[in-house]
């Protein structure tokens, strides 16, 4: 099983497809990678070398964020519009939906399980 970047990658699904198990890398990203290092896209991960494997991580830490590091920089972001007191951060520090999504029936995922509000019974 190669190691790339922190992760486990699946030996028996192509090369093309076992690099998005990696945070930060999209279907693109890894065809962009495999193509600048010469590697056949229909290569299994089982049938790389040592070489190809290095050759791919060393090309992974040179141009992208990923793992770790990605996951980092995207929660400072999000810390610094909470700093801000934008409204995207308002809406991220209360736990509603950000992108303008409304809120009057649903947004469940972001609020949570519903709380019920009004008198008890009597």
């Known amino acids: ?6 992760v486990d990658l699946p030996k028996k699904k192509r090369i093309e497809y076992a690099l998005t198990y990696i945070y930060g890398i999209g279907l693109k ?3 962009d990678i495999l193509s600048a290092v010469n590697i056949s896209l229909d290569k299994r991960v089982q049938e790389l070398s040592e070489d190809e494997v290095s050759l791919i991580s060393k090309k992974i830490q040179e141009s992208y964020a990923v793992e770790g590091d990605l996951r980092k920089k995207v929660t400072m972001d999000i810390k610094a519009l909470m700093d801000l007191g934008s409204y995207r951060g308002l809406r991220h520090r209360k736990g ?3 992108r303008g999504q409304t809120t009057k029936n ?3 995922t972001r609020k949570g399980k519903r709380k019920t ?3 008890a019974s009597k």
């Open 96 to 98: 509603l939906p950000v």
């Open 117 to 119: 509000v009004g008198s």
């Open 29 to 31: 990203t890894s065809r």
């Open 106 to 108: 649903n947004a469940r």
């Open 1 to 6: 099983m190669a190691r790339i970047a922190g």
